[in-house]
């Protein structure tokens, strides 16, 4: 397994975040190509893919943003293809994501997730990461 962080537009690359992203969230809508074109071409964030045998299997996008109070780092979108779960890609995904944001100076990586991801919030707390005592909150425009 490889992680590899996606700078150049590829329709492979497109394609299977659009097989991946509805295995996430039953409300993600598919991605265009200037979709992509933005979360790669944007300063503040960067696209890692799971690579096994030259198939992409995995992704997520590490956000990073200069505050008064720091640089913070946030982890998003993170998933696996269902038929390479439970063998590591998720962790390796993350302590990739990991290492990128310490080595840029963030004081914290923050990730949210569904309480009834019951898999994915075990490997959080496995690899560190704890519940804030927060309330987070959300405006729809």
């Given at each position: 397994m490889k992680i590899v962080e996606v700078k150049e537009f590829t329709e492979q690359v497109l394609e299977t975040l659009n097989e991946?992203?509805?295995?996430?969230?039953?409300?993600?809508?598919?991605?265009?190509?200037?979709?992509?074109?933005?979360?790669?071409d944007s300063?503040?964030?960067?696209?890692?893919?799971?690579?096994?045998n030259g198939v992409f299997v995995g992704s997520l996008t590490?956000?990073?943003?200069?505050?008064?109070?720091?640089?913070?780092?946030?982890?998003?979108d993170l998933v696996v293809d269902r038929s390479a779960r439970n063998k590591g890609i998720g962790k390796a995904l993350i302590a990739h994501a990991v290492g990128l944001a310490s080595d840029s100076g963030a004081s914290a990586i923050d990730?949210?997730?569904?309480p009834n991801r019951t898999s994915a919030n075990?490997?959080?707390?496995?690899?560190?990461?704890?519940?804030?005592?927060?309330?987070?909150?959300?405006?729809?425009?």
């Open positions: 991946l992203l509805p295995q996430l969230s039953e409300s993600a809508v598919p991605m265009t190509a200037n979709d992509l074109h933005r979360v790669i300063q503040s964030s960067q696209l890692l893919m799971a690579v096994v590490l956000v990073l943003f200069h505050l008064p109070t720091g640089i913070r780092a946030r982890i998003e990730l949210t997730s569904n075990a490997l959080y707390r496995s690899m560190g990461f704890e519940p804030r005592r927060t309330n987070v909150y959300v405006y729809r425009p």
